[in-house]
């Protein structure tokens, strides 16, 4: 059975620091892992990653995938309020799927306080 | 602008009703996916479908049903055999091309 592990699964930190997310995983037919930001409703897409060692960065965030150790870790920089949401990770393909489907973990949601 | 539609945002429910969550997407996309999520849960795949008129279980699809009679909707149908109804419900679409998922704003389902 495929599974995506996320920790913290909570955390809060004040503005401006750095965090560190983390998400590990045990899929049988890895092709990616991708990062998502939930804040209210509808996880928006943050990363996507297939290659290992390979930074995607975007402003103050930035992901990486290690695929010999089955993990990545988001990382954000500078925290703001607005950086305050729930963080998925998801990897795919499942196993034995016949689409493209992902597998999720729990998320960890980060509260940025002033 | 493309996107998914999901409809309503809020459902109140009595307890032994069916409900129909609607889920429409505009993006030609090919696969669609029901999830639920609870919090700390996670999402959980309740349904996919792939191509008009065929669709698959996924983890949790006891007492639940849907269709895919086109290829834009991919209607949810809560039934009054689903046990702990009570939860956040995400439509996602998928294209056949690219990897990913487009979600839509969620169904918050509540069992008066």
């Known amino acids: 059975e495929d599974k995506v592990v996320q920790s913290p699964l909570s955390l809060v930190v004040h503005e401006g620091d750095t965090v560190t997310l983390n998400c590990s995983y045990e899929v049988t037919n890895f092709r990616s892992l991708l990062w998502y930001k939930q804040e209210k409703k509808a996880p928006t897409f943050l990363f996507m990653l297939?290659?290992?060692?390979i930074e995607k960065k975007s402003g103050r965030l930035s992901s990486i995938l290690d695929k010999k150790e089955l993990f990545s870790i988001l990382n954000i920089t500078a925290t703001q309020t607005g950086d305050s949401a729930v963080y998925l990770c998801a990897v795919g393909p499942r196993s034995g799927a016949g689409s493209y489907q992902l597998t999720f973990g729990k998320g960890t949601k980060l509260s940025v306080i002033p | 602008d493309g996107g998914i539609t999901q409809s309503p945002k809020y459902l109140f429910r009595k307890e032994g009703q069916n409900v129909t969550l609607s889920c429409e997407q505009n993006l030609n996309h090919d696969a669609m996916y029901w999830y639920r999520q609870d919090p700390g849960q996670g999402l959980r795949l309740i349904y996919y479908?792939?191509?008009?008129?065929?669709?698959q279980k996924g983890d949790i699809a006891e007492g639940y049903s849907v269709s895919r009679e086109k290829k834009e909707s991919f209607p949810l149908t809560v039934t009054s055999a689903q046990k702990n109804p009570t939860a956040f419900y995400l439509c996602?679409?998928?294209?056949?091309?690219?990897?990913?998922?487009?979600f839509g704003s969620g169904t918050r389902l509540t069992v008066v």
């Open positions: 297939t290659s290992s060692g």
């Open positions: 996602a679409s998928e294209s056949a091309s690219q990897y990913g998922y487009t």
């Open positions: 479908s792939q191509i008009v008129n065929d669709f």
